[in-house]
């Protein structure tokens, strides 16, 4: 009875946590679990599916943003692929350093661990660094229209 009164706490903790994720626009976040045998190999797992879906959150809005930006600057051809190339190494060098926020390892019934693992990126952070890399990048050529992109980025926040 105490373990199906823990369980059925920790699920309404999640639905909690959820939805108060949801109203919180300034960050990328996430959470995934995984169960092992092992808290190691949970947590590694949990980890992994962490980054991989705070990943596909991060290149998604930066895709989604930089080709508005090509089409509101009409660039083409290789001034294109190199400003997705570069906002795309940019996004994947703050996936790198990304710190776990929370995380929680429940042992279950049956021997085995399960572990949540939250991870949150601010979008300002994310914004910022994108910022910075092409106005270096653009120096030497056409100039990076910041405002732009900033404004682009704004809208796809909504």
Known sequence: MKCYLLILFLGMNCCVFAMKSLGDGRYFKTTQSATTASVISARQKALLFAKNTLATMVNGKVEN????????????????DDFMTETRMTANMLLQNVTVTDENVIKEKNGKYTVYITLKLRKDDVLKALCKKLSAKKQDKEAFHKEVFVDLWERENK
């Open 65 to 80: 943003v930089t080709k508005s930006y090509i089409e509101h600057n009409s660039e083409t051809g290789k001034s294109a």
